[in-house]
């Protein structure tokens, strides 16, 4: 099956109450585990690329080339959108939907309410004229780069006001209100601002869409997808998982030299972690 666009994946998850995960392509063994695991649960998938991921990936349209050849080879029959990940200007969206993406984020959370609104309307007339579809992202999901407090990672929450605005003005077919979850390892115990994002979710009609997906319990996940969210995002958690086999398989076998060798266990392992995400976000046979 040809690549295709999110909204539709999305509209079908908010009308089926479960969510359609976006596992993010690290390296070329992650592209295949998660196309892999998609196939076996039957579910839709969202490949995401991170664009801090592109220079060690090769670049847009490698990516894009090697997606499209996977699924050839694979035969792979479920939806499969390939999106970008936090996206920071127009131009890297515009290359992307130019190389084959269908879908991208545009993240202009270090810009101005009213620059951000003007970024993510050209970028979603790029996109929707060529069938792509755009999320943005409102507030700042923090992480493991982040030295900051409670109280700070607040102050960067996504503002209800705000995100009517990104919804009437711009036209796009997802929204990320960055709303307690963080990106990488929680220090603690996650919270997430469930009362704002109902009441997101409830203003804009729009699917929403949650970062740091990784490490989240399941009445969390469940509880945010009952609010309205279609879509997760998971990265940490795969890591953990395919590093964790490396690890162990190195210890054990010492003279292995051979990256087959504690690769092809990794990438297993890593798929198993992939098809456990799909049943816990509901997705598996969804793929229609
Ligand atoms: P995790 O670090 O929780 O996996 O989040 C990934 C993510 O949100 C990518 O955009």
Redesign the pocket.
């Known amino acids: 099956m040809a690549l295709v666009s999110m909204n539709q994946m999305l509209f079908k998850a908010v009308r089926g109450l479960y969510a359609v995960g976006?596992f993010?392509l690290n390296s070329f063994e992650f592209t295949q585990a998660i196309l892999q695991a998609a196939e076996a649960e039957k579910a839709p998938v969202i490949l995401?690329l991170?664009e801090a991921y592109l220079p060690y990936m090769g670049g847009l349209s490698t990516i894009a080339a090697i997606v499209k050849e996977l699924i050839e080879h694979y035969g792979t029959t479920v939806p499969v959108a390939l999106h970008l990940?936090?996206g920071s200007t127009f131009e890297v969206c515009r290359k992307a939907i130019d190389s084959g993406f269908t879908s991208v984020?545009i993240d202009g959370f270090h810009h101005s309410l009213d620059y951000n609104i003007e970024q993510t309307k050209r970028v979603v007339e790029y996109a929707h004229a060529r069938g792509a579809s755009v999320e943005a992202g409102l507030g700042r999901?923090v992480?493991?780069e982040d030295d900051i407090n409670v109280d700070e990672a607040k102050a960067m929450y996504a503002l209800t006001e705000e995100c009517i605005r990104m919804a009437r003005e711009t036209n796009i077919d997802a929204l990320?209100p960055a709303l307690g979850?963080?990106?990488?390892?929680y220090g603690g115990e996650p919270r997430i601002a469930f009362e704002r994002m109902n009441e997101i979710r409830k203003i804009t009609g729009l699917p929403l869409a949650?970062?740091?997906?990784?490490?989240?319990p399941d009445d969390i996940i469940q509880k945010a997808i009952i609010l309205g969210t279609a879509k997760i995002?998971?990265?940490?958690?795969?890591?953990l998982v395919f590093t964790a086999k490396v690890r162990e398989h190195l210890k054990a076998n010492k003279e292995d030299y051979d990256p087959r060798r504690y690769l092809s266990p990794a990438r297993d392992a890593l798929q198993q972690g992939v098809q456990a995400k799909m049943r816990q976000f509901g997705s598996s046979g969804k793929a229609k």
């Open positions: 976006q993010n995401g991170n990940d936090h984020m999901t992480g493991r990320a979850s963080v990106h990488g390892p949650l970062h740091g997906g990784s490490g989240l995002n998971v990265s940490t958690d795969n890591q």
